[in-house]
């Protein structure tokens, strides 16, 4: 059985300030959770003092970004190492507007993918197709490159530290939620790669989670699909209810 995960992914909102202030409920709130795993990822400049706040608590702390360099002549850049030792366990890499605001390639994000994994942090691996590409039915070629290309030379021992973050853009901060039937369909294809990759059992543990408008009234319907292990939560991780509720999602049956 996989582990539920719920991971929000603040972008660029909240100072240092109110980024301490929504952890520090969130702590509260979400004391006693232990059946699911959590995880926020703030903005860089408050990773340190929010790393102070969720210490010992349910809640894990996420990077949104990386450089796949340990040092050296990289002007603005971080890497792993260094966003452990602010206190992260985890770094989000390829998110869609990264690769479509910064360019970044899959052969870039393949270097992160092993960046991250050396410096032995989670890797939330985040793939997903544009609007565009669905229409014209490459949606499952541009899921292939993107789980091929951002998994070159992984090996499988390595892939218990990967979550995998399926948000396709179209559905990204614009309230269309791709319905439970699209994302288990494609979550499914997903995990079908993985054991093409790898094998039956490296792709039954591997934890791909939704992302794209997951809010509290739809997280159930999502969360209720076989192959949906989670959610990546972008603009409702920035309420605390919102994201309370969405961390106590409804387990299908109760
Ligand atoms: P929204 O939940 O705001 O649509 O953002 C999803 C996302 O991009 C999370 O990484």
Same mark, same amino acid.
């Given at each position: 059985?996989?582990?539920?995960?719920?991971?929000?992914?603040?972008?660029?909102?909240?100072?240092?300030?109110?980024?301490?202030?929504?952890?520090?409920?969130?702590?509260?709130?979400?004391?006693?959770?232990?059946?699911?795993?959590?995880?926020?990822?703030?903005? !860089?400049? $408050?990773?340190?003092?929010?790393?102070?706040?969720?210490?010992?608590?349910?809640?894990?702390?996420?990077?949104?970004?990386? =450089?796949?360099?340990?040092?050296?002549? !990289?002007?603005?850049?971080?890497?792993?190492?260094?966003?452990?030792?602010?206190?992260?366990?985890?770094?989000?890499?390829?998110?869609?507007?990264?690769?479509?605001?910064?360019?970044?390639?899959?052969?870039?994000?393949?270097?992160?993918?092993?960046?991250?994994?050396?410096?032995?942090?989670?890797?939330?691996?985040?793939?997903?197709?544009?609007?565009?590409?669905?229409?014209?039915?490459?949606?499952?070629?541009?899921?292939?490159?993107?789980?091929?290309?951002?998994?070159?030379?992984?090996?499988?021992?390595?892939?218990?530290?990967?979550?995998? $973050?399926?948000?396709?853009?179209?559905?990204?901060?614009?309230?269309?939620?791709?319905?439970?039937?699209? $994302?288990?369909?494609?979550?499914?294809?997903?995990?079908?790669?993985?054991?093409?990759? =790898?094998?039956?059992?490296?792709?039954?543990?591997?934890?791909?989670? =939704?992302?794209?408008?997951?809010?509290?009234?739809?997280?159930?319907?999502?969360?209720?699909?076989?192959?949906?292990?989670?959610?990546?939560?972008?603009?409702?991780?920035?309420?605390?209810?919102?994201?309370?509720?969405?961390?106590? !999602?409804?387990?299908?049956?109760?």
């Amino acid at each position: 059985m996989r582990k539920p995960l719920i991971a929000g992914n603040w972008k660029l909102n909240k100072n240092i300030t109110e980024s301490e202030s929504l952890a520090r409920a969130l702590v509260t709130d979400l004391a006693d959770i232990t059946e699911t795993d959590i995880i926020i990822a703030p903005i !860089f400049t $408050a990773l340190n003092r929010v790393a102070a706040i969720v210490d010992g608590s349910s809640i894990q702390l996420a990077a949104q970004n990386c =450089y796949p360099q340990e040092t050296g002549a !990289f002007t603005g850049e971080l890497s792993p190492t260094m966003l452990k030792d602010a206190g992260c366990g985890a770094i989000i890499i390829g998110h869609s507007e990264r690769r479509q605001l910064m360019g970044e390639t899959n052969e870039f994000i393949n270097l992160k993918v092993h960046a991250t994994l050396n410096s032995e942090m989670q890797v939330i691996l985040c793939v997903g197709e544009t609007l565009e590409e669905r229409e014209n039915e490459e949606m499952l070629e541009i899921l292939t490159a993107q789980i091929k290309g951002g998994l070159v030379n992984v090996p499988a021992e390595k892939m218990q530290n990967l979550v995998v $973050a399926y948000e396709p853009v179209w559905a990204i901060g614009t309230g269309k939620t791709a319905s439970n039937e699209q $994302a288990q369909e494609a979550h499914s294809f997903i995990r079908g790669l993985i054991q093409g990759l =790898y094998s039956p059992e490296t792709a039954e543990a591997c934890r791909i989670l =939704y992302g794209g408008s997951v809010k509290p009234d739809n997280v159930d319907g999502l969360m209720a699909q076989a192959d949906i292990d989670g959610a990546l939560v972008g603009g409702a991780s920035l309420k605390v209810e919102d994201f309370c509720r969405i961390v106590k !999602f409804e387990k299908a049956g109760h």
